[in-house]
């Protein structure tokens, strides 16, 4: 089974930073494109970055240039520095496969909140 854990929200003012992990366990991770997901108060999930097992990232138009997506293999490990943040930005954040199997469960998500 594979299990997802995140960390490092918190509470930040507007302009600030934040770098969320996300441990995965499994053999999965190094052969398969992971992403950052939020979700925010009465809104769907949905997909912020990505990093394809060759290094290569995606963002949202929403985040492009502000956000940076990487990955250590050799911990299963996923990161978003998150820079320049907005109160827009305020979700729930969660790591998962791109695109998410019917096998694999969300974690528990880690909360960023964004003060004006």
């Known amino acids: 089974q594979v299990q997802l854990v995140e960390s490092g929200g918190g509470l930040v003012q507007a302009g600030g930073s934040l770098r969320l992990s996300c441990k995965a366990s499994?053999?999965?991770?190094?052969?398969?494109?992971m992403g950052w997901y939020r979700q925010a108060p009465g809104k769907q999930r949905e997909l912020v970055a990505r990093?394809?097992?060759?290094?290569?990232?995606n963002y949202a138009d929403s985040v492009k240039g502000r956000f940076t997506i990487s990955r250590d293999n050799a911990k299963n490990t996923v990161f978003l520095q998150m820079n320049s943040l907005k109160p827009e930005d305020t979700a729930v954040y969660y790591c998962?496969?791109?695109?998410?199997?019917?096998?694999?469960?969300w974690g528990q998500g880690t909360q960023v909140t964004v003060s004006s």
């Open positions: 998962n496969i791109v695109p998410r199997p019917p096998y694999v469960n």
């Open positions: 499994g053999s999965i991770f190094s052969i398969n494109a």
């Open positions: 990093i394809n097992s060759d290094g290569s990232t």
